[in-house]
């Protein structure tokens, strides 16, 4: 869930994505950012071009400022908010698996009755 101010917003200003990895520009005003979550699938890399804010990984919490860079290892709870100004970062990862139906698959018998 993202939020502003109480609000649901999105914040992805840019994106690209290639075979291999995802990268997305996002932007908050003073009081924006990320309500905490989990991401179990990949390890995210967050460079901080502008503004400040705090980011809670786990149970650490660090300063963003301009020039920080964040790894965010998969599977632990974080959290980004912007405390000044407009916050401003790219994160980068690995590109995600896209969803797959599921395939059911005809048992052994199945597939003999209909031989």
Do not use: F
């Amino acid at each position: 869930m993202i939020w502003t101010n109480g609000l649901a917003e999105r914040s992805a200003m840019w994106s690209t994505e290639t075979e291999d990895l995802d990268a997305t520009l996002l932007s908050w005003d003073d009081g924006g950012g990320v309500a905490p979550h989990v991401n179990s699938e990949v390890d995210v890399v967050m460079i901080v071009l502008s503004g400040s804010g705090l980011i809670r990984v786990g149970e650490e919490q660090q300063n963003l400022e301009p020039g920080a860079i964040i790894v965010i290892p998969k599977s632990v709870e974080r959290e980004v908010r912007c405390s000044s100004g407009r916050l401003t970062y790219l994160n980068v990862h690995k590109r995600r698996r896209k969803m797959q139906p599921n395939m059911v698959r005809p048992s052994t018998s199945e597939v003999r009755e209909h031989e």
